[in-house]
């Protein structure tokens, strides 16, 4: 008999074969698929988090819980209906105009991801009408950019000002990363975050979720 | 016309020491680097801010003052002569024109300095590799490729000294090598990949240096081993993993000398210390007093075999003393002066072991810039002439070497290291012989939308 | 109760070297300073920013940042221990619970360090002298006075390990003193002003540390001789003046160690050198990893005899790796493991030698920190117990050393160094043996709306 | 014979004995007054200035001549009227709020009297509102402020404001420095000149003082 703390242990341990034995052994059993998500799936990438943040768990460690979670997803989201999936938000996410720094924020999107939220990525060098131009298409909750040039950093602050021209800025929270970039900068330019790397930046974006009735400001 | 490394440049762990080299290079204002001395090399960048024609002329003042200030204090604090590199944001790259402008005011800041102070200098001119503009990148013709050659060639006709490069040949497939931590991707990024593609471009700049009564440095893996190791500081890969895609990454950097390449090669560059044993060209590094531009395991190491000494980058910021780059220059003087001091009296080979030991058995990272390991290694690599299959062999040498070491207790190790060097051990041994056997292997894993073969002869 | 320091507690050159001395102090934690190891000393401050109730939350933060930033990466670069200094700026003071409450967060963080990283730190509490507020100076009583005497009390009694203090105590004379490079007149502020208020201001601050398990450190005579270096090196002085108030600072130092300080004496008191000489106390220096808070020409020379290695001071501004308080304590902790590495073989005093090489030949400043000359003139010194007579005697002595030195051609020298020794020679020996005589020669020249007498006991 | 040349001489030289006897003679030959102002004193400093800016001459030589020239002026100010003297301009200057630093302070003092110019000192540690009723007092062209520390630096922001808020900003030129005050942060708050140290704060001055048009900035 599978139990949903053998799901959380195969997440962890990126085990990928064994955990569609024992996703499918649980659905056999009866398990609800929503319980296996929660308290078999998410709640193996809930012990991972942590154990990435103090240091204990590796990027391609963590890719592989990741990978071995979605392998889980697959075979139960055909079980439920699609509304039912948990997801924590939409965030679309771009390395500025005249940037092609991407691995930060390729790895800042896996972390989201297996955290539970939908990313869309926009890839490098992306100019500021293509910011606002995907947030009428995606509609997202969160707008990441980074930068790691002390030059395309001040995209961010034209970037910004093209979303505010466009009058999307109130719909979306905005964060920032990057080498030159810090609070401070975040803070002058308008936007609601900034993150220093990929491991903090799930915290930040569970932050901005949080507090919807900051959004206006 | 291409020079085959066959055999080591410098056989005996005694001549191998920062300062000298079997093949210094003298600049135009008489500065011998690998003859004896080591020379600071300072590096400097904007502080946050546009570059447009409407900014341009704040950015030439920014520029003035940098060389200015960081000349003069040169000059206060005796320098025998500094080696300036001017590392082009992309914007300096993408307009020639302002590329070309800067790099005349730093030309211009060194001829006063000569001048004014009887100073010695020289110019490094490192353009940004356009061409990872396009998406996959187009790596041998187009526009960006074009824009480049026009302005090495004219910044070497200005009268730059030196022609240096962070290529990016491979870097859009070994970024997800790094995240992955996968050992042979990487291989197939550094030894096929990079390897073709520096193959092209440094025949290029080669030729266009020598037109034009310059030298051809060097390039750096920057993209490629030293964001592994900023990952590894940041615990986002294993340390150990970051060390062996240093040495990977060897037969790469190699490939511009044996197009002709003279050196110092690149001051990221920390293949360096491999490059030096191989051709017996002179070679830049940094370590500590490049903390302001990134954090390292390898402080102190990184000078032992230093012909340059660098600080990598720095904004021109205030801080409480004075610009950043005038403090930058201050404290590559005051190390230099320690290394030339040493050397002085002949106790540069003592000095040299105080910086290697002082780093060495603290991180794996450290412990392959050990000269001993280095000369060790590099024997090996002359031997096999294939560029892939000593990418493959370098891999494979570094792991058994830390395995070694490791199980000798002469490096500090993390628990999980050893798990890590069996897997890639594993990894590597399953690289079949062939290249074009290994390629169709790796298109099962490759995301083919990445990048073109035929941009790498493919 | 007093000390008296009449011979040398190092009396030869190959027993003066970094890291060890007579008296070592062992930390709270566990660390002993001057017991054979040189530990980095971390110095920072808030970027430009007002400091009230409203912002001091902020405030906190970033003191809470950098702390937790810091000894984080000192314990990532296995640091042997850490020395943490707080220097206080005004407003933290003024307001004592602002100062007390940063105090206790850089406590707590260094507690978080020792539990996370079992990483050894302790805490240096550095007020600032708030008694120059008034113009004239109230030295001793009145609610400055009382305002410092609290804030010291509350973090002893809070858990910091040593007590330091810039003080002040004729500055307002020395300040003319400096810009007409007029050596009477700064032997007066140094010599009786100066030592007159440190005798009764360490009296107050030993017994303050001995009654709250806490020791009185040392004093730094930043406002007069590194006031006097800083102006030379922008030229505005020559640096032979700069030299020669150095070890005249030397006398006003020890009266710290006299009344019962037991160090390590403050980083940027370049008398340290003399201090440990004399005394047989630990020593705080910095040199080249100081340069982003004043460049110096004693880069290296500084670090030769140094039992703690500081930063002086950084902002907390992000450079383009980390925020650079981080920067510097992974500066310090190279030069520091290159210290202990060559003593861990045997070879400090090499190590020694290298480092006062390479400066001493190049700039005045530099050679009055050379060992040997430093035991030459300290064990003069210690021959006159008299203040006044001890400060006159170490300016005459360091004009001798320096004419030799130029003579010999042992050192570099300005054009116009002589002619400034033979004038600094004249004016010395025109000071009488009487205090009280010379007070009253200096009464026709000294502005007496600038100073109390009766706060320096006059 | 005394000439003028002689007496620009002994400015340079700080030969305070000579330069009484010279002047002496020129004034009884007969040499106009504001010719030995212009053509002797004047002149001797105009030599000086250069020789301290590249490094040629130390602070206590410039003081030296200093002294030497008023030693002359004293001769000659009682012949002359007092609207012929020539002076370039007033200026007040102080040390902020909170800051206790000095010297720097006085340097520039120095320098810029030496030129020419009229200076009151309002020592350290000056108040915002002290600036403003010293502005109402003594009606300068020129108002300076010195701070050392990252955290007085703000008090020049505070002292502009309330300089602004007392009716007083459009009436003079307001310049800036200080270890940690850089081009930018006088941009910021509004500050019209900022000098790195004393030796370029005479040439700042004399620009301040030539584009008049700028004062309402
Ligand atoms: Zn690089
Ligand atoms: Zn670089
Ligand atoms: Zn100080």
């Known amino acids: ?217 | 016309m291409v020079k085959k490394f066959d055999q080591l440049a410098i056989k005996n762990l005694d001549d191998f020491v920062y300062g000298t080299c079997p093949n210094p290079v003298t600049t135009k204002s008489g500065m011998v680097i690998g003859g004896g001395i080591v020379y600071p090399e300072i590096n400097f960048t904007l502080p946050g801010m546009d570059v447009d024609d409407e900014t341009l002329p704040k950015a030439v003042g920014i520029y003035t003052d940098i060389i200015d200030g960081v000349l003069k204090r040169a000059a206060e604090l005796y320098s025998p002569g500094v080696l300036v590199e001017f590392e082009l944001l992309p914007e300096f790259t993408h307009f020639p024109k302002y590329g070309i402008e800067v790099n005349r005011v730093l030309l211009n800041g060194m001829k006063e300095a000569a001048e004014k102070y009887g100073l010695k200098s020289a110019l490094r001119t490192t353009p940004n590799d356009l061409r990872e503009f396009d998406r996959p990148p187009i790596m041998r013709s187009g526009q960006y490729w074009e824009t480049m050659l026009e302005l090495y060639e004219q910044c070497a006709k200005d009268g730059s000294d030196f022609f240096s490069i962070e290529s990016t040949g491979g870097k859009e497939v070994h970024d997800d090598a790094l995240v992955k931590a996968d050992i042979r991707l990487a291989i197939f990024a550094l030894g096929i990949l990079g390897c073709n593609d520096m193959e092209f471009l440094w025949k290029h700049l080669v030729e266009l240096a020598e037109a034009n009564n310059c030298f051809a440095a060097g390039d750096s893996a920057c993209g490629y081993a030293n964001t592994a190791m900023v990952l590894a500081e940041k615990g986002f890969i294993p340390h150990v993993f970051a060390a062996v895609i240093r040495v990977t990454a060897v037969p790469r950097a190699l490939v511009a000398f044996e197009q002709g390449a003279v050196g110092p090669s690149k001051d990221c560059a920390y293949e360096g210390p491999y490059i030096k044993a191989i051709t017996g060209c002179p070679i830049s590094m940094e370590g500590k007093s490049a903390a302001g531009a990134h954090l390292s395991p390898v402080g102190n190491i990184s000078a032992a075999l230093a012909d340059t000494w660098s600080n990598e980058s720095i904004q021109q910021v205030r801080l409480l003393s004075d610009m950043a780059p005038i403090v930058a220059i201050e404290q590559l003087s005051y190390d230099v002066r320690l290394m030339n001091a040493a050397t002085k009296n002949g106790q540069q080979l003592m000095f040299r072991d105080l910086l290697v030991q002082s780093d060495s058995a603290l991180d794996v990272q450290a412990y392959v810039l050990r000269p001993d390991v280095v000369l060790r290694i590099s024997a090996e690599l002359v031997k096999e002439q294939n560029h892939f299959l000593k990418t493959r062999l370098a891999a494979k040498l570094t792991v058994a070497e830390l395995k070694k070491a490791i199980v000798e207790g002469k490096v500090k190790s993390d628990k999980r290291d050893m798990k890590w060097l069996d897997k890639m051990e594993k990894q590597i041994d399953s690289i079949p012989d062939d290249p074009d056997e290994f390629y169709s292997q790796m298109k099962s894993v490759l995301n083919m939308d990445k990048f073109i073969p035929s941009e790498y002869g493919l």
Do not use: W
């Not at chain 1, 392998?71 to 924590?88: A, C, F, N, Q, R």
């Open chain 1, 1 to 217: 008999m599978a139990t949903l703390q053998e799901v959380s242990q195969c997440v962890l341990e990126g085990d990928l074969d064994n955990v569609k034995v024992l996703v499918q052994a649980l659905i056999d059993e009866g398990t609800e698929p929503i319980v296996i998500i929660n308290e078999g799936l998410i709640a193996g990438m809930n012990i991972v988090a942590p154990l990435f943040k103090s240091g204990e768990m590796f990027v391609p460690e963590v890719m592989e819980s990741a990978d071995t979670m979605n392998e889980g997803m697959k075979l139960v989201k055909p079980l439920i209906m699609d509304g039912d999936i948990p997801s924590k938000g939409k965030m679309i996410i771009g390395t500025v105009n005249g940037d092609l720094h991407d691995i930060g924020k390729n790895l800042l999107i896996m972390m989201v991801e297996s955290r539970g939220y939908t990313v869309i990525d926009l890839g490098v060098d992306v100019k500021e009408e293509d910011f606002s131009a995907a947030i009428k298409k995606h509609n997202p909750d969160i707008v990441g950019m980074s930068s790691m040039l002390t030059t395309t950093m001040m995209k961010m602050e034209s970037t910004i000002a093209q979303i505010k021209k466009d009058g999307l800025r109130d719909k979306i929270k905005i964060i920032i990363g990057g080498a030159p970039v810090t609070q401070e900068f975040a803070n002058d330019i308008g936007a609601d975050g900034y993150s220093m790397d990929a491991s903090t930046a799930v915290e930040l974006c569970d932050r901005m979720m949080s507090s919807p009735e900051e959004l206006s400001a």
